[in-house]
């Protein structure tokens, strides 16, 4: 049985999200439970509110000054995977960078692992800054040499 509930915190403190462990606080901190609970949280979000997601948190820096926007933490949240046409996955936001190689590897597109970031094309992403999202996208990712 799941018992992951979803948390709404405010003035919550950042470091403990990032590999760094350094960085302030998120005004507001959303960790849901499930992408269900996320998009409806998004929905009652005022359209005006800047919102920034954050993953596995490897190799993202937050300000010491914090973050004056709502964070979204989608580790193990939205973590679909795959294959939607020949060389190319679809992957989560939620998915570890780790989870996405073993899966390429199982899935038989060993290529793409040990190539240059360059040969990997993202074909969507959210509207949101991209850095925010160091472990996939919301969209579909081309791995074809």
Do not use: H
Not at 4 to 21: G, Q
Not at 52 to 64: F, K, P, Q
Not at 112 to 129: E, N, Q, T
């Amino acid at each position: 049985m799941n018992w992951r509930v979803s948390m709404l915190t405010y003035n919550a403190p950042l470091a403990k999200f990032s590999s760094w462990k350094i960085g302030g606080a998120a005004k507001c901190l959303y960790q849901p439970k499930n992408l269900a609970e996320l998009q409806t949280f998004l929905k009652i979000l005022p359209s005006e509110e800047p919102v920034r997601y954050l993953g596995l948190g490897s190799n993202t820096l937050i300000r010491d000054g914090g973050i004056a926007e709502t964070v979204v933490i989608l580790l193990g949240v939205v973590t679909e995977l795959e294959i939607v046409a020949p060389n190319e996955v679809k992957v989560g936001a939620g998915v570890s960078c780790a989870q996405f190689a073993r899966f390429c590897a199982r899935s038989g597109l060993v290529g793409m692992i040990g190539k240059s970031r360059s040969d990997v094309r993202v074909i969507a992403m959210p509207a949101s800054d991209s850095y925010w999202l160091p472990n996939g996208s919301l969209g579909c990712i081309d791995i074809s040499p």
